[in-house]
């Protein structure tokens, strides 16, 4: 099981080092970010630059949560790993966070709709909300919005690219209504 770590931030900003480390995988290069209490992010090669915001992170290669991250992901896409068991240090608004956390509840080879997780998270009109919480999700793979699709079945955006969902989702025997 992911354990989400759920922060405030009253008035300042927190001003945390951050590191980062690039890491190879089947859908292409990862950079894993991580801070003082947990995992911040895994971004994209081409990621777009205002998808996560992350504040000039040093790099490192012995930072003990990107090693076990690392790991953890070989593990996945090697198809010995169906849940991570990382600290998370999710940056975001209240409503993003409960939109990530339910992610995180979604099984290994299942997927749901945006309008399924606006109803997990009691609020069945935020759909559209959903979605843009879903595309900031800056912790993708391992909170998994990989798996989250259109309400009519079929694959939505993802920061990776649809071809990176679809493998992922192939990997975890997923369904949806087009063929993988």
């Not at 590191?19 to 950079?31: E, I, M, Q």
């Not at 081409?46 to 290669?61: F, G, I, K, Q």
């Not at 009691?122 to 259109?150: D, E, F, L």
Request: aromatic share 8%; proline share 4%; charged share 25%.
């Amino acid at each position: 099981m992911v354990r989400g770590v759920a922060e405030k931030l009253v008035g300042a900003r927190r001003k945390l080092t951050r590191y980062f480390k690039w890491t190879d995988s089947p859908v292409g290069s990862l950079n894993l970010v991580a801070g003082d209490t947990g995992l911040i992010a895994i971004v994209w090669k081409n990621d777009d630059p205002r998808r996560v915001r992350l504040a000039y992170p040093c790099e490192s290669r012995t930072h003990p949560v990107l090693i076990e991250a690392e790991r953890q992901l070989r593990e996945y896409f090697a198809g010995n790993r169906r849940a991570f068991d990382l600290k998370l240090d999710f940056v975001g608004t209240d409503f993003q966070k409960k939109v990530w956390n339910a992610l995180l509840a979604i099984p290994y080879g299942q997927t749901r709709s945006h309008a399924e997780i606006a109803n997990a998270i009691g609020n069945s009109r935020a759909v559209r909300a959903v979605g843009a919480a879903n595309g900031k999700n800056p912790i993708s793979i391992i909170a998994p919005c990989h798996r989250a699709i259109g309400s009519d079945g079929l694959l939505v955006a993802y920061a990776g690219g649809l071809a990176a969902k679809r493998y992922q989702l192939t990997l975890e025997g997923a369904r949806t209504a087009v063929s993988l």
